[in-house]
Each structure stands twice: as structure tokens, then as C-alpha cells.
């Protein structure tokens, strides 16, 4: 189940480019995900509820889909 | 448990609304890993790196175990970098064939990462290779989500795995560019068809480069380099010298 590792990756992704700067709360993330990336959606949305870290807790994903096999990060809504 | 139907067309997985502040993203979700990624394949400088991807048991070191042998003594280097779950089983296979092995040890991680493979290159004796191998985690799904900074994907597929998964498994055949149909040797004890096979993984990725292969040593092979593996090798030699040429440009 690489999910996990994909939610900290996006997290890390989110981080490294200041979009969690002064961030308490992430109430959800809009994903733009290939049929050919090899994710489950579900999947990551239970690695997400487990993340240890409580910016992300509660946190609701949604999805959109492609064609290709890229996993996009859209927009995010934050407190 | 995970109840599959909970998503259908997956809009949204979570109990929260869109309430707060919207801040654009649109960014790659895989740009930590990508990043380093890039530092790796700046490392491979102009060896040639394939990674192998497949289920376990298709037969991955058994196919490096008749390649390597044929790149060898056209005087080619060559160096792998082993992903499994457990255990160091691999590379003492590796090894014995007298090239630099590295053994990455995932402990119950799917997949290897290119943060992985950027610490093995640390410790890998790369800088005279022509090639390098990385064989993949067995698993068809999660790996291929992880650019390592590799010129190409490889899929092996064993006959035994069924005709039809290349549609079970899509992500894997549509991101590589060469697939393996491996254990040719068994045919005749199955009912799989290869055509099949090929038709399934072509209609996922119509440009996938396919070799048909046989690992087994025993006499009824005649002790000759099976075609397919003669052919990867050739396939690999182009590929060797399209990155040197390349990088030297």
C-alpha cells in the first residue's frame, strides 16, 4: 500500500513550497489523479486520516481524474 | 477494512467540507521524490539504468542472471541495485556473478523510492558501469508510482500470471517501455496464450518493445543463450551506447 507513502509525499510537496506556511488546518485537497498512476483513491484517503500530523486531521479529498499517469496537487482549502 | 464502493468515480474521500481558505496548487504531488530523482540520474552520468518491474517470482534475477553474463563477456560493466521487502537472497545472486550489488532492504515497504536508491549510490561502485539494473520491489502496482531517475521502465511478466494482466495491472505496462514475457520454457505445461498477452499489453501502451524469454539452465536448452535473452542483450547495448553518445554531446 504505497499510498502512505504518496499522502507524504504530497505533504512534503505542500511543505517545501510554503503552502502549509502558518497553516493550522487543511480541510481538504482537490487531486487531479491518472488512471495509469497506479493509485488507489481510497487507499489514500485512509493513509491521509492516519497521518501523524494534525494540520491534516479530518481532512477530506477530492478527486478529479486524467488520462495520463500523473498525480497533480490542485488546490487546497486551509484555516 | 477499506470498503472498495465507498468511492465510484471518486469525488471525494473525507467528512470535511470546502470550508476555509482556497489556496492554487497545480503542482506534481511526486516533486519531493522527483527532485531527488533528478539528483540520481545526474549521478548515472552516462550509465544506462533500467528498472525492472514486476510480481514476485517472475523471474527477475533469474533474468539478470543470464543477462549479465553475455554483457560480461562482450566487456560490458554492469551493477544492480536490489529492492525487497526482507532478506538479502537476491544479492548473493547477484553477487556470485562478480559485479557490484547493492541490497536495499525495504522492511515491509512496497516500492522503492528514489531517496532508496539515492542512499545505494553511496555505496555502489558505479563509476565504471555501462549499465545498471535496479530490480524493483515484486509488485506491479505501487513502484510504478516512483520516478528513481532510471532511463526506462521494464516490466517482466511471467507466463503463469495469466493473459490478462496487463489489464489488471495497467499502470505498470503503460509506463514502460519494454515488457518481458518470461518462463517461455512452460508454455507447453499451460493453456496461456503469448498472443493474447502481447495484444493485452498493446492495447495499454502500443509501444511497448517485447522480448520473449527463457531463464532455464537445464540441458533441453542446449546450454545456448536463449533468442530473447540474446535480443535484450542487444537491445541493452543500443541503449548503452545511445546514453554514451548522448552524454557526451
Known amino acids: 500500500m504505497h499510498e502512505f507513502s504518496i499522502a507524504l509525499e504530497i505533504v512534503d510537496t505542500l511543505e517545501e513550497n510554503g503552502y502549509l506556511d502558518g497553516v493550522n488546518k487543511v480541510n481538504s485537497v482537490r487531486l487531479n489523479i491518472g488512471k495509469y498512476s497506479g493509485i488507489d483513491k481510497n487507499y489514500l484517503g485512509f493513509a491521509f486520516q492516519n497521518l501523524d500530523d494534525e494540520r491534516f486531521k479530518g481532512v477530506s479529498l477530492e478527486f478529479v481524474s486524467n488520462d495520463s499517469d500523473e498525480i497533480k496537487i490542485e488546490e487546497i482549502m486551509v484555516d | 477494512m477499506l470498503n472498495s464502493n465507498r468511492i465510484n468515480r471518486g469525488s471525494k474521500v473525507g467528512s470535511a467540507g470546502r ?10 504531488a511526486m516533486e519531493s521524490n522527483d527532485v531527488i530523482a533528478k539528483k540520481n540520474k545526474a549521478v548515472f552520468g552516462r550509465t544506462f539504468v533500467i528498472n525492472f518491474l514486476s510480481s514476485p517470482g517472475s523471474g527477475k534475477t533469474s533474468l539478470l542472471e543470464s543477462i549479465v553474463p553475455v554483457l560480461k563477456s562482450e566487456g560490458f560493466k554492469a551493477a544492480v541495485i536490489e529492492g525487497d ?9 547477484i553477487d556470485a556473478l562478480g559485479i ?13 523510492d528514489a531517496k532508496m536508491v539515492s542512499v545505494s549510490l553511496d555505496k555502489l ?13 515484486g509488485n506491479l502496482v505501487c513502484p510504478t508510482s516512483f520516478n528513481l531517475g532510471e532511463d ?3 516490466v517482466v511478466l511471467s507466463v503463469t500470471e495469466g493473459d ?3 489489464l489488471k495491472y495497467p499502470a505498470a505496462f503503460y509506463k514502460s517501455e519494454a515488457m518481458v514475457i518470461n518462463k517461455t520454457d512452460l508454455l507447453p505445461a499451460l493453456d496461456s496464450d503469448i498472443a493474447k498477452i502481447k495484444e493485452n499489453a498493446l492495447s495499454i501502451n502500443n509501444g511497448l518493445i517485447i522480448f520473449e524469454t527463457s531463464c532455464k539452465k ?5 546450454g545456448a543463450v ?14 548503452i551506447k545511445l546514453k554514451a553518445g548522448e552524454f557526451k554531446k
Open chain 2, 19 to 28: 470550508s476555509g481558505r482556497s489556496l492554487s496548487v497545480q503542482r506534481n
Open chain 2, 85 to 93: 521487502v526482507e532478506t538479502d537472497l537476491d544479492k548473493k545472486r
Open chain 2, 100 to 112: 557490484p550489488a547493492y541490497q536495499i532492504i525495504t522492511n515491509g515497504t512496497c516500492h522503492l
Open chain 2, 125 to 137: 561502485d558505479i563509476k565504471d558501469a555501462d549499465v545498471i539494473f535496479i530490480e524493483n520491489v
Open chain 2, 152 to 154: 526506462m521502465k521494464a
Open chain 2, 164 to 166: 490478462d494482466k496487463p
Open chain 2, 218 to 222: 537445464k540441458a533441453d536448452c542446449g
Open chain 2, 226 to 239: 536463449n533468442k530473447g535473452i540474446a535480443d535484450m542483450v542487444s537491445f541493452i547495448k543500443e541503449k
